[in-house]
């Protein structure tokens, strides 16, 4: 099978193609024959050696950990079955036209959900809800979002708005009116941040939720004037600063991912796709990935 590797940590010079065996699956996994590959900031991160105290990463290896395609062999145990089309989270890595991916972690595509835009839900919506749990988001609570067109904030600014916050939302000038959209009070990030989110709530921020990791966390503070209910996803200053960084394992859950699957698919949650790119042009999708400031998600399409 075509899948792209990487022998050896570093900047996207390090990932090639390559011509691998296709994998077999072990009791309670299914083989996905891969049809689109979202790609988060955490691949880059892997790629380059970053994440190695956190995900230590056997060499060579595939990057990515999130797929959408069809199920094209069935291990024991497994009560999927072959040609069922899935969204969720593979156990190989994903950016390869075959993945393995246990059963219990997948959740069946909605026919009206194309596979681009199920390949974005799984890390995103895991994520978003994981981080608004931790800080305890509730109806009533003004919550600050950075990084809210992202493919995270994206989700974040939807999964707040419905749960009954307020939500402003900080993102570059082209994308101000996108967020909005979404359901956010948009603001630019930058200097004064601390000034204007205060004209836009005198009362305060109840929570933030950092999706962006470009040095907002002093600001952060200096809001909610305690480290207390700051989190963030990207922003590796967190400890010393006494802030919060979401990590550890994802919920994977199915039966969640499934429920959102079918919003998307008639429209109430919103998925936007940045660009797509063939799996032959990883190396540019993580690029753009590692730069930041992408309007929603960053999809590799397999053939």
């Known amino acids: 099978m ?18 691998l065996e296709v994998p077999e699956p072990g009791p309670g996994q299914v083989r996905v024959r891969v049809k689109a590959v979202g790609v988060n900031p955490v691949d880059g991160k892997i790629r380059a050696g970053g ?8 060499l060579p290896a595939v990057p990515g950990g999130e797929i959408a ?5 069935v291990g024991e145990g497994v009560g999927l079955k072959v040609g069922d089309e899935v969204l969720g989270w593979s156990d190989t890595g994903s950016y390869a036209q075959y993945a393995l991916a246990s059963a219990d972690v997948l959740a069946p595509k909605p026919a009206a959900l194309d596979w681009t ?4 839900l799984p890390v995103a919506t895991d994520g978003a809800e994981r981080v608004l749990d931790l800080l305890d988001v509730g109806a009533g609570d003004t919550l600050l979002i950075h990084g ?14 419905a749960r009954g916050a307020r939500v402003l939302g900080t993102a570059s000038p ?20 601390v000034e204007r989110v205060r004209a836009l709530a005198p009362e305060g921020v109840d929570a933030v939720f950092d999706a962006a990791g470009k040095g907002a966390l002093e600001d952060s503070i200096a809001l909610r004037g305690t480290t207390d209910r700051i989190v963030t996803t990207a922003d590796f200053r967190a400890r010393e600063l006494g802030v919060v960084f979401a ?3 994802q919920r994977r859950s199915a039966a969640r991912l499934a429920e959102l699957a079918r919003q998307a698919a008639d429209g109430t949650l919103v998925t936007t796709i940045s660009v797509t790119h ?7 999708a993580q690029q753009a990935s590692d730069a930041g400031h992408n309007r929603g998600k960053i999809v590799l399409t397999v053939n």
């Open 2 to 19: 075509k899948a792209v590797v990487f022998d050896a940590f570093g900047g996207i010079e390090v990932l090639r193609e390559a011509e």
């Open 51 to 58: 994440m190695e105290a956190v995900f230590p990463t056997a």
């Open 69 to 73: 395609g069809v199920v094209d062999a």
């Open 117 to 120: 835009h199920a390949a974005a």
């Open 148 to 161: 809210a067109s992202g493919a995270l904030g994206t989700i974040a600014v939807q999964l707040a708005v």
């Open 174 to 193: 082209v994308n101000q009116e996108y967020v909005t959209s979404l359901g956010a009070t948009a603001l630019v990030y930058g200097d004064q941040l």
């Open 247 to 249: 990590e550890g394992p």
């Open 278 to 284: 063939p799996l032959t042009d990883a190396a540019k």
